[in-house]
């Protein structure tokens, strides 16, 4: 399976609701490293790296997110950069 990276900046009501925790446990879930990180404005910073398919399944979570979120956009990026070990909250 190809590995990809992507980082995603997603916007809305997202810190403060579990956001992370939540997208922490679904990377997790699909066995992707990375990290969950909130933004001084306002946003939540995602940088999901392992196999295409499970990063594109988080891409598609992103836009649920947690049950108190109300996500209002989420901007992909390709990256090419190393990821943690795991997926940490940061």
């Given amino acids: 399976m190809k590995i990809v990276a ?3 900046q997603i916007s809305g009501r997202v ?4 956001y992370r925790a939540a ?11 990375g990290y969950a990180r909130n933004l001084p404005d306002g946003r939540v910073e995602v940088l999901a790296v392992g196999e295409a398919p499970a990063v594109e399944t ?10 108190q979120s109300d996500v209002l ?18």
């Fill in 73 to 90: 956009g989420v901007i992909e990026m390709d990256v090419e950069e190393a990821a943690p070990v795991g997926f940490q909250v940061l």
């Fill in 23 to 33: 997208t922490k446990r679904q990377a997790d879930r699909l066995g992707l490293r």
């Fill in 6 to 8: 992507k980082r995603y």
């Fill in 58 to 67: 988080l891409q598609r979570w992103l836009w649920q997110g947690s049950e």
């Fill in 15 to 18: 810190q403060g609701v579990f």
